[in-house]
């Protein structure tokens, strides 16, 4: 990938954040940290957009709560690709805490975030301890139980040797999150990340959400599209099938993985909820958002040789 695609894809990080602080403000879900880490939008967003993102931050929320509360919270959180994710600062003000949440994006995001942390208050107060100081320089945070570094995926050195920096246990239970990040990353640099982290950690975890069942006419044009904003996907081909996702993980040493489209996903998230927020905006037709949903998923695959019950995360 050339320089210009790894801006546009950088550019994908500020989309996502302004389409997650769009759906916040229209009630979607509480989220008073969003504010803090992105600008409001100017543009207006389509209610299928709202609604995709509320389903797959119910639904990854859900998936890594599940995993902090049977460790007792003594795991670690590592996002891959987190740009200007939440969830640490959410966690923690619900009571739920991991030993350490670390989140890894280029270095132009992290700068980003470690500017928005020094200015938000809140941001910074909740990362604050009594027996550790915070150290922040331009592109990376280190505190107690929350580090923010820059790294590229593709190279598994910088990955382990920041990941040491964070001081990662790796014996330790270790959930890996990944949005929408390993499509533009090469299919062989990915095998080789997914390898890594079987081969060096005795129980993981892994949490990807991302496009499905792409080889279709709505697929091409999605990957059309893209290009246009000269994203490439150089990792689409694992997005072919939900078993394609799947097999990309027990090809590379994980014992086992599981997943679902978001159209069944959907249809799984706590009933009251999703009807409070069908009742949020009008939709015309529910086409394009079944559409959407059927392009995407989340597969998670698990490493468990001490039968910590990994394998029985799920979104029932």
């Given at each position: 990938?050339?320089?210009?695609?790894?801006?546009?894809?950088?550019?994908?990080?500020?989309?996502?954040?302004?389409?997650?602080?769009?759906?916040?403000?229209?009630?979607?879900?509480?989220?008073?940290?969003?504010?803090?880490?992105?600008?409001?939008?100017?543009?207006?967003?389509?209610?299928?957009?709202?609604?995709?993102?509320?389903?797959?931050?119910?639904?990854?929320?859900?998936?890594?709560?599940?995993?902090?509360?049977?460790?007792?919270?003594?795991?670690?959180?590592?996002?891959?690709?987190?740009?200007?994710?939440?969830?640490?600062?959410?966690?923690?003000?619900?009571?739920?805490?991991?030993?350490s949440f670390v989140e890894m994006d280029f270095p132009t995001v992290t700068a980003k975030k470690c500017f928005f942390v020094r200015k938000?208050?809140?941001?910074?107060?909740?990362?604050?301890?009594?027996?550790?100081?915070?150290?922040?320089?331009?592109?990376?945070?280190?505190?107690?139980?929350?580090?923010?570094?820059?790294?590229?995926?593709?190279?598994?050195?910088?990955?382990?040797?920041k990941l040491h920096d964070c001081h990662v246990d790796k014996s330790l239970p270790t959930v890996f999150i990944a949005e929408c990040v390993?499509?533009?990353?090469?299919?062989?640099?990915?095998?080789?990340?997914?390898?890594?982290?079987?081969?060096?950690?005795?129980?993981?975890?892994?949490?990807?959400?991302?496009?499905?069942?792409?080889?279709?006419?709505?697929?091409?044009?999605?990957?059309?599209?893209?290009?246009?904003?000269?994203?490439?996907?150089?990792?689409?081909?694992?997005?072919?099938?939900?078993?394609?996702?799947?097999?990309?993980?027990?090809?590379?040493?994980?014992?086992?993985?599981?997943?679902?489209?978001?159209?069944?996903?959907?249809?799984?998230?706590?009933?009251?909820?999703?009807?409070?927020?069908?009742?949020?905006?009008?939709?015309?037709?529910?086409?394009?958002?079944?559409?959407?949903?059927?392009?995407?998923?989340?597969?998670?695959?698990?490493?468990?040789?001490?039968?910590?019950?990994?394998?029985?995360?799920?979104?029932?």
């Amino acid at each position: 990938m050339h320089m210009a695609s790894d801006d546009a894809v950088r550019a994908t990080n500020d989309d996502a954040a302004q389409c997650k602080r769009f759906a916040v403000e229209k009630g979607y879900w509480q989220d008073p940290f969003i504010t803090l880490l992105t600008q409001r939008s100017q543009n207006k967003h389509a209610p299928e957009i709202s609604r995709g993102y509320y389903a797959r931050v119910m639904a990854m929320r859900t998936l890594l709560q599940k995993f902090i509360k049977m460790t007792d919270g003594n795991c670690q959180v590592v996002n891959l690709g987190a740009g200007f994710d939440t969830t640490y600062w959410l966690f923690k003000s619900n009571g739920i805490k991991a030993k350490s949440f670390v989140e890894m994006d280029f270095p132009t995001v992290t700068a980003k975030k470690c500017f928005f942390v020094r200015k938000g208050e809140a941001l910074l107060n909740a990362i604050a301890s009594d027996e550790e100081d915070i150290q922040i320089s331009k592109s990376e945070i280190h505190g107690q139980d929350y580090h923010l570094v820059s790294a590229n995926l593709r190279d598994i050195k910088e990955v382990e040797r920041k990941l040491h920096d964070c001081h990662v246990d790796k014996s330790l239970p270790t959930v890996f999150i990944a949005e929408c990040v390993l499509v533009y990353v090469d299919s062989d640099k990915t095998k080789v990340l997914l390898n890594w982290i079987t081969e060096n950690f005795t129980s993981a975890l892994f949490l990807n959400y991302e496009q499905v069942n792409m080889q279709d006419k709505f697929g091409e044009v999605m990957i059309e599209n893209l290009k246009q904003r000269d994203c490439s996907l150089p990792g689409v081909s694992a997005c072919a099938s939900l078993q394609s996702q799947k097999i990309r993980f027990t090809d590379t040493g994980w014992e086992a993985a599981d997943g679902m489209e978001m159209t069944n996903i959907y249809k799984s998230l706590p009933h009251a909820d999703v009807h409070r927020v069908e009742k949020l905006e009008f939709m015309d037709e529910r086409e394009l958002l079944d559409q959407l949903f059927s392009h995407y998923c989340i597969v998670w695959a698990w490493k468990d040789p001490n039968n910590i019950g990994l394998g029985s995360i799920d979104l029932t």
